[in-house]
């Protein structure tokens, strides 16, 4: 089998990928035709950066498969992953907050395919197709709440708390039905879970080494399945 290389050019993209994703789904096949032909589409591996913190936000892009983790860094320098971005959302939409740079580092947390634009064309796709601005801007919101309701649960509640919350929102966006409950559809590690959740790594891995044992959680090999979803409700409820 041959490597990849880190970065691939993808040869012209049939129209079909794109209609059932949300900034797609409301236009007509020749929009779509018309905004693929001026897309660049690559190949990435597993942890690659799509774009660094702070570097000029000339391109915003989609997600068509695999998983991001969005990563920030704190002041002293420690990496922080602020949250995940799954199959089929966009990403890399800074003119959409208004900042001409990235305000944080997209890396692939597996092997990915993503399309990208150049940032001069972002004006033009909201004004001239309504479904990709509705669409986009629900995913801003979206984004925003969810970074609010994280700085919330920090306030206000408990670690178990937090790290229930944070398997919950992982399985609702990415989940997958197994025999045994719901797969978080992409590696993940207990540092993975306590950057979301401003938790030290031993509190975590206690954790979860006890919802483990009580059945509510299966973790092995970077991939965890929560198998007792309704128990973790009880947990983030408090």
């Known amino acids: 089998m041959n490597e990849i290389s880190p970065r691939k050019t993808l040869p012209r993209l049939d129209e079909n990928l794109l209609t059932h994703l949300p900034p797609f789904s409301k236009l007509e096949r020749h929009d779509i035709r018309t905004i693929l032909d001026q897309a660049t589409s690559r190949r990435y591996d597993k942890g690659v950066a799509i774009f660094d913190v702070g570097a000029p936000a000339d391109r915003f892009f989609i997600l ?50 993503v399309l990208s634009w150049p940032t001069r064309l972002w004006d033009s796709f909201v004004t001239d197709y309504e479904g990709f601005s509705t669409e986009t801007y629900k995913t801003v919101g979206n984004r925003l709440e969810d970074m609010h309701n994280r700085v919330v649960e920090m306030a206000t509640q408990q ?55 009580r059945g509510l959680v299966q973790s092995k090999r970077k991939r965890i399945t929560v198998t007792n979803p309704h128990a973790l409700v009880e947990i983030s409820q408090g």
């Open 64 to 113: 068509l498969d695999g998983y991001v983790r969005v990563v920030r860094m704190t002041p002293d320098g420690e990496q922080v992953t602020a949250l995940h971005v799954p199959t089929g959302q966009l990403l890399g939409i800074a003119k959409a907050f208004g900042r001409d740079t990235y305000p944080a580092t997209a890396m692939t947390a597996t092997e990915s395919i």
């Open 159 to 213: 670690v178990e708390q937090r790290v229930a919350n944070a398997l919950l929102r992982l399985i609702n966006q990415t989940g997958r039905k197994m025999p045994d409950g719901i797969e978080i559809d992409f590696p993940i590690t207990r540092q993975d879970l306590s950057e979301l959740t401003a938790t030290t790594l031993h509190t975590v891995s206690r954790l979860m080494s006890a919802w483990e044992k």
